[in-house]
């Protein structure tokens, strides 16, 4: 019995919607024909594609990794089909592309929405024929690579503009393997947040990792996670070296490196000055209570837009409980204020 990859480990979860997705690719694994794995950034994708070769018979072979975003298209070209000495300025000699170089094992290419429309060509070509062409070269090269493409783009809606070629579509998406985002996979943030905290301790010399506070948990399970798991990983890992700490619990979550407690100071520093000489103007107009309304006002709907009404977010930045924010939220009707956001958000 073969051991597991590195990547292999580090697929975490237990969620039905999680659960699915690794039945897929086990199955997928087995059959020799290409793959699509799509999902938002940091579900996971290059993991999967990882899964998928060394579940694959192609396991002892080259597994090579290549983001098409990364490169130009003439440097795209050359990394994967190689080129000829004298090829273009700087050729001085033959270069071995990523598809000889994967020869027998699997290549994966992320970001494949971003390849041109001529590498897209070249790339059916070898899924077809297995066949190309070093950029340069005159004869023909064979390989046996099996490709797994990977995207956080909605390829079938590019196919229908034209921005990317139906056929090659066609080809790749024998099956698409596509990952639920971190939101809807229940108990699995935390069950991977503890994963990640456990690494960092053991990474700063840590005994043990003390685990997490209440808060911490609520943080973890209430945050949307756009990011998802690359996201949580670096959000973890920067709050326990904050913490600075092995044996109390980690008391909170940093969700935002910038954000300081000088942050808001530095930001509405300019404003407050501004505001200040115009409360006192209104308090000649107004009394005490409205100027102070008009305030509570002001404040609430400057941090919950800055958080896009996340209202638990909006409540920790405002160092107020989750009911106290509601409560001005129904004081002031605040949620006419949020659907008018959304309405204009969708009309942008």
């Known amino acids: 019995m073969r051991a597991q990859s590195p990547e292999e480990t580090t697929l975490l979860g237990e969620s039905k919607a999680f659960s699915i997705v690794l039945e897929q690719s086990s199955s997928l694994a087995r059959l020799d024909r290409p793959v699509l794995v799509t999902g938002e950034r940091g579900t996971g994708k290059e993991l999967i594609g990882s899964r998928l070769h060394y579940l694959s018979d192609r396991w002892e072979q080259p597994f090579l990794k290549l983001n098409c975003a990364a490169l130009s298209e003439q440097l795209l070209e050359s990394e994967l ?74 390829l079938p809606a590019l196919a229908r503009t034209g921005s990317f070629r139906s056929d ?25 947040a503890e994963h990640f905290a456990q690494q960092m301790a053991s990474e700063l010399g840590y005994p043990l990792f003390p685990g997490f506070s209440d808060r911490c948990i609520e943080q973890i399970a209430q945050h949307d996670w756009p990011g998802n798991v690359r996201e949580l990983k670096n959000a973890i890992e920067r709050s326990v070296y904050r913490h600075g700490e092995h044996s109390s619990p980690l008391e909170a979550i940093c969700l935002d490196p910038f954000q300081t407690q000088w942050s808001d100071i530095n930001e509405s520093q300019t404003g407050n000055d501004v505001t200040l000489a115009a409360s006192r103007g209104r308090l000649r107009l107004e009394g005490f209570k409205e100027v102070v309304q008009r305030f509570e006002i002001d404040t609430l709907m400057t941090a919950l837009k800055r958080r896009d009404f996340n209202q638990s977010q909006t409540a920790r930045d405002l160092r107020l409980s989750y009911d106290q924010l509601r409560g001005y939220v129904r004081k002031y009707q605040l949620l006419e204020a949020e659907q008018t956001h959304s309405e204009t958000r969708v009309v942008c």
Do not use: K
């Open 81 to 154: 089909f190689g080129h000829e000495a004298g090829a273009f300025t700087d050729a001085r000699r033959q270069h071995q592309g990523l598809f000889e170089r994967a020869d027998g094992g699997s290549l994966l290419l992320d970001e494949i929405g971003n390849a041109s429309s001529r590498v897209q060509e070249q790339i059916l070509r070898v899924i077809e024929y297995g066949q190309f062409t070093r950029v340069g070269g005159t004869g023909t090269q064979h390989v046996d690579v099996r490709i797994i493409a990977s995207t956080n783009e909605n």
């Open 168 to 192: 090659l579509l066609d080809r790749l998406a024998f099956d698409v393997i596509t990952l639920p985002p971190l939101r809807v996979r229940g108990d699995d943030a935390l069950l991977i």
